[in-house]
């Protein structure tokens, strides 16, 4: 039921138009006026609605609704009144005169908020509308704000993007509030909500992946708290710069950024911007392979939460759930297994509990990932495809990448490669600065998929891919599994310079307590040897290798390590 905008065209065929305007012209001038006041209100109408806004009064309103019905411009669709065709409402839209409609659409808002203060959420979106057309500027970015935030709460987070572009554009048409002559601060109101509304269009934003926009809603607002010098709020936008620079492989400013936000606001005084600038901080590490530093972030991120699990502290999702989550995957990789899943756990329930796509997806992603680094294939597979289905039916295309390659890459694991193989390609296809997180893990699974499939060629060109990908960004964690994923295909091809990539992947992953791929890499060592008829060596590197999986607790590679050092025929991995 949405208005007319005022100037806007309307396609009636002009014998069409004749004839309905001759209608019109029958009625008395009241009839007249009501009709175009309805028409500028919307096709679908309340009685009560059209009164006040008429100003008239029940009882003359009554009377000319009663002509209305009579003529067969109006008629009753159970408790509502409706425009017997849309050509009727157009005609008598166009028949009003400009001053006339900008007035109806000044009044109909105050009808509105008379009617239904007990709850507006219904009608955001129509307030806002009106109050644009009918001038009311102000009030029109405010029901503009709160339609957008009500659009993303419901997962819309395009639909959320057009309002807060909308929110801004008129906001820029504000004539400046206060008054520097007489010592008032100029604008000062009006700028905190300019940074608000960048703000709300970042978070609507995120889950799209537009990083070139968020970029510039960054900074604008960054600007503007200079501006102010309102620390609280450049502390939060620099937490929020924060994440922004890793999503485009920016590290060193994402730390600077961060480091930074939490200066900033532990000296404010703030209690939000600290959780944020913990989170993306630990995120910002995880991929540059200092792992104990992101667990530490991650683990203050969750100590400032404390008591307040279910509350967003100013993010558009629940970081309880994504500090969960980050640190499962951080615990996954130093072989932390129980504490992973206790924690992988606790996102998801808390994610269940709040019932919001996003969160959900992430949760279920990172159970999966924790299920996958202790080779738990198939657990791992039914996560990731929860998370995946997820990412599918929700606007969150900046994760799709990511969702849909280790969903593909678990497919390969649990014997369905040809599956597996297409989602690894679509999710290689898309990624870039800002569409994936691991680009290099990503190219790592494909060239495995790929030697599985007997494309040797082929799988050593996207892990040399890999491995490039991971020395560009300094992703130090990436470029050991790089290595190793390298060396599987050197060592399906028969290439003497598999020894050489374990090794170095070993000694990275030693250095980064990485102690399920040290495992791996001593695994595929053991099984090099084995391959060349070195049974001693074969045998050390298989035992320990054994001994490592029992007390990282990681059954299926175990019992592999075992096959290998009692009867020396597993197939290398």
């Not at 309905?20 to 009560?48: C, D, H, K, N, P």
């Not at 419901?154 to 504000?174: H, V």
């Not at 969150?396 to 969903?407: I, L, R």
């Not at 040290?518 to 290798?545: E, F, W």
Request: net charge neutral; proline share 3%; glycine share 8%.
């Amino acid at each position: 039921n949405i208005p007319l905008r005022s100037g806007e065209s309307l396609s009636l065929p002009e014998r069409v138009r004749a004839v309905i305007v001759q209608r019109l012209e029958r009625l008395t001038a009241r009839g007249q006026q009501l009709a175009g006041l309805a028409a500028v209100m919307g096709r679908e109408l309340e009685f009560q609605l059209l009164a006040r806004a008429s100003g008239t009064g029940e009882f003359e309103t009554a009377d000319a609704v009663e002509e209305l019905v009579r003529r067969r411009i109006l008629h009753a669709v159970g408790e509502r009144l409706n425009f017997t065709h849309d050509y009727i409402r157009q005609a008598a839209y166009g028949r009003t005169i400009a001053p006339q409609i900008k007035i109806f659409h000044a009044r109909i808002p105050h009808a509105l908020e008379d009617l239904h203060r007990a709850d507006l959420s219904l009608h955001f979106a129509a307030l806002a509308q009106h109050c644009e057309q009918g001038g009311l500027t102000e009030n029109a970015v405010a029901y503009l704000r709160s339609a957008g935030a009500q659009a993303a709460e419901r997962s819309a987070y395009r639909e959320a993007a057009r309002i807060f572009e909308r929110a801004l554009a008129l906001a820029g048409q504000l004539p400046a509030a206060g008054n520097a002559s007489v010592g008032q601060p100029t604008g000062r109101p009006r700028d905190s909500a300019a940074i608000e509304l960048r703000v709300m269009l970042r978070n609507a934003l995120l889950p799209l992946g537009d990083e070139t926009r968020i970029a510039e809603c960054l900074r604008e607002a960054e600007h503007i708290a200079k501006r102010l010098d309102d620390r609280r709020q450049h502390a939060r936008i620099l937490s929020y710069q924060c994440r922004h620079k890793l999503r485009v492989n920016e590290y060193a400013q994402a730390l600077d950024a961060g480091g930074r936000a939490l200066n900033m606001a532990v000296a404010a005084g703030d209690v939000d911007v600290p959780i944020a600038a913990n989170l993306y901080l630990g995120f910002v590490h995880k991929f540059l392979g200092d792992l104990p530093q992101a667990v530490d972030h991650l683990r203050d991120a969750l100590r400032l939460i404390d008591g307040r699990a279910l509350q967003r502290c100013g993010l558009p999702y629940l970081p309880s759930v994504f500090a969960r989550t980050w640190l499962a995957w951080c615990l996954t990789e130093q072989g932390a297994f129980a504490e992973g899943f206790a924690r992988a756990r606790e996102a998801v329930d808390l994610a269940e509990a709040i019932d919001q796509p996003w969160d959900r997806l992430v949760a279920y992603h990172g159970m999966g990932l924790v299920h996958l680094g202790r080779g738990d294939y198939p657990q791992a597979l039914h996560f990731l495809e929860r998370a995946a289905r997820l990412c599918e039916s929700v606007e969150v295309v900046g994760m799709h990448a990511n969702m849909s390659g280790y969903t593909g890459y678990a497919l390969v694991l649990t014997g369905r490669p040809a599956e597996g193989a297409s989602l690894l390609e679509q999710a290689i296809a898309v990624t870039g600065p800002s569409q994936s997180w691991a680009q290099s893990r990503l190219l790592g699974f494909r060239a495995e998929s790929l030697m599985l499939a007997n494309r040797t060629d082929e799988a050593l060109q996207a892990a040399t891919r890999s491995l490039e990908v991971a020395r560009e960004r300094a992703e130090r964690s990436y470029e050991a599994w790089a290595l190793h994923a390298r060396g599987r295909v050197l060592a399906a091809m028969g290439a003497p310079e598999a020894l050489a990539h374990y090794e170095e992947a070993q000694r990275w992953a030693n250095d980064l307590g990485m102690r399920p791929l040290v495992a791996h890499c001593h695994y595929a060592i053991g099984a090099l040897h084995h391959t060349a008829g070195k049974r001693r060596t074969m045998q050390q590197h298989a035992r320990t290798s054994a001994t490592m999986y029992r007390e990282l607790d990681m059954p299926y590679w175990y019992q592999q390590a075992q096959a290998l050092s009692i009867t020396h025929s597993a197939t290398p991995g």
